[in-house]
């Protein structure tokens, strides 16, 4: 099979799926544990993207300047910093370290 049949696959397989969302009755997306799970799953995926785009190349771990940014920013969110110093830490963090040669 070829590379455009697994592309044109792939799109029909979202639409579907999305499709789908809209044929859930609208009282069950108010109840209040689906919110609670709704918000669970945004929050873990988020962490798990995180996490593959910081540790990893290709198809290896590697530890280079995107952990020191990542730690970086995590102590800028741990000492309350606005979201816009969070971001500037972590590229600075990113920068210095790559400027000393790692990664």
Do not use: H
Not at 31 to 48: F, H, Q
């Amino acid at each position: 099979m070829s590379l455009w049949f697994w592309i044109l696959a792939a799109c029909v397989i979202s639409y579907a799926t999305k499709f789908a969302g809209y044929l859930v009755p609208a009282r069950w997306m108010k109840n209040e544990r689906m919110s609670r799970i709704a918000a669970t799953l945004t929050i873990g995926l988020l962490a798990s993207l995180t996490v593959v785009n910081a540790f990893s190349s290709g198809q290896q771990l590697t530890l280079d300047a995107r952990v020191g940014a990542l730690l970086a920013a995590a102590a800028a969110l741990l000492l309350r910093a606005p979201f816009l110093v969070v971001v500037i830490a972590g590229a600075a963090a990113a920068a210095l370290l790559r400027l000393a040669g790692w990664g």
